[in-house]
Structure formats: structure tokens, C-alpha cells
């Protein structure tokens, strides 16, 4: 089964870059969705299509997709920006959905 | 607004069935598949599997073959999902989500977007 990898924490100070990978074989040939999870609530999904936001998520959030890396970086880290990231995609081997292992943002 | 709202809480004994609705609104019921995803306690997202409003049919992760059923009723705009033989490691926040939008046998909107507010079910003797 496709198998994704993200590390398991990522620390930034407020206003600094977060980047947040997740890894795949030949994962630059899916599409990648991007979801953030705070404490307590649902998924939210942040990035789309590997680099796409929808509507009311802020252009501090972006995306890219290459290769065996995806990442999603978030510029100008906020304290509410605080939360569990998660990567996304469809295999079409299994017709199975996969989520990546999980990825904790701590803004320091 | 597209809205997702699931049932209760649910406390089990290890062998039970629970089943987990998810009344959607705010959209056509039956142009978006349906995904399930599971979370335990303190752990990732686990998808279980997805359906297909519009004609009923399924696809589940294989880990669940077997355990899982996910029906709808278009009448109430509803999904359910079930699960049976539950087991402690079952024990976990069940969230629905909805999916891809078909149509004329294409499917577009490959991911999943709103998530309903999640249902915790615990297993426990």
C-alpha cells in the first residue's frame, strides 16, 4: 500500500517560515491535499490540488509538488497557526485514500 | 452552507455495533460521494472508506472488509456507517467527510471538504 511520510514535529517563531513535508514514491505524479487539525476539532482542509487554497484560507499557506516531496509552507507563522498538518491523496493502484502520518506545528 | 452534522456519542462492549449518521445540507446530497475517516486517541486520520449517494455503492479500506457497511438515505439527506464485532482498538472519533463531485462519469474535487464535527465512540467493557 502508498505509504506517506511527514516528520512527526516542525518549531518555528512567530512571524518565520514553517515547511512541512510529506514524502511518497513518486508522489510529484499525484495530486496532494493539505489539511490543519487543532486540538479538538475537525480537519480543515488548507491547500488543494497540491498548491491551490480555498476560499478564506490565507495566502500564507502554499503549496508544491515534485518528485518523491511534497511540501506546505506557511509564511509569516502565527500563534494560531498552532495545530496538526496532515497530507492527502488518492492512490489509484488500490482505489484507496491515504493520509500521511501527521505532522505537529509548534510555534515557539 | 454546506453543512455536515453526525449523531451522538457512543459507548459500546467489545463484539456490539454502533452506527454513526451524517445528515448533510447546504448542497445536492447525491452529486458528492461520502468518505469516512477514523481517529484514535491521540493518533492520525484513517480512512475507512467512501459511498456513493447517488446509487448506494461502496468502497472500503481493505483493513475493514468485512466489519463496515456504509449506507445512505437520500430521503433525509443521510449517511451511515456501521460497525460491527467492535474491539477496544475501535475506540476512536469517527468523522464523515464529503468527497469528489461526479458527474457524466467524471469526478472532479478529489479531496475532502467540509468534515462533519466528528462522533466519539468508545469501546469498553
Known amino acids: 500500500s502508498y505509504v506517506l511520510t511527514q516528520p512527526p514535529s516542525v518549531s518555528v517563531a512567530p512571524g518565520q517560515t514553517a515547511r512541512i513535508t510529506c514524502g511518497g514514491n513518486n508522489i510529484g505524479s499525484k495530486s496532494v491535499h493539505w489539511y490543519q487539525q487543532k486540538p479538538g476539532q475537525a480537519p480543515v482542509l488548507v491547500v488543494y490540488?497540491?498548491?491551490d487554497r480555498p476560499s478564506g484560507i490565507p495566502e500564507r499557506f502554499s503549496g508544491s509538488n515534485s518528485g518523491n516531496t511534497a511540501t506546505l509552507t506557511i509564511s509569516r507563522v502565527e500563534a494560531g497557526d498552532e495545530a496538526d498538518y496532515y497530507c492527502q491523496v488518492w492512490d489509484s493502484s488500490s482505489d484507496h485514500y491515504v493520509f500521511g502520518t501527521g505532522t505537529k506545528v509548534t510555534v515557539l | 452552507q454546506v453543512q455536515l452534522v453526525q449523531s451522538g456519542a457512543e459507548v459500546k462492549k467489545p463484539g456490539a455495533s454502533v452506527k454513526v449518521s451524517c445528515k448533510a445540507s447546504?448542497?445536492?446530497?447525491?452529486?458528492?460521494?461520502m468518505h469516512w475517516v477514523r481517529q484514535a486517541p491521540g493518533q492520525g486520520l484513517e480512512w475507512m472508506g467512501i459511498?456513493?449517494?447517488?446509487?448506494?455503492?461502496?468502497s472500503y479500506a481493505q483493513k475493514f472488509q468485512g466489519r463496515v457497511t456504509m449506507t445512505r438515505d437520500t430521503s433525509t439527506s443521510t449517511v451511515y456507517m456501521e460497525l460491527s464485532s467492535l474491539r477496544s482498538e475501535d475506540t476512536a472519533v469517527y468523522y464523515c467527510?464529503?468527497?469528489?463531485?461526479?458527474?457524466?462519469?467524471?469526478?472532479?474535487?478529489?479531496?475532502?471538504?467540509?468534515w462533519g464535527q466528528g462522533t466519539l465512540v468508545t469501546v469498553s467493557s
Open positions: 490540488d497540491d498548491s
Open positions: 467527510a464529503r468527497g469528489q463531485y461526479c458527474t457524466n462519469g467524471v469526478c472532479y474535487n478529489n479531496w475532502f471538504d467540509p
Open positions: 459511498i456513493n449517494p447517488s446509487g448506494g455503492s461502496t
Open positions: 447546504g448542497y445536492t446530497f447525491t452529486s458528492y460521494y
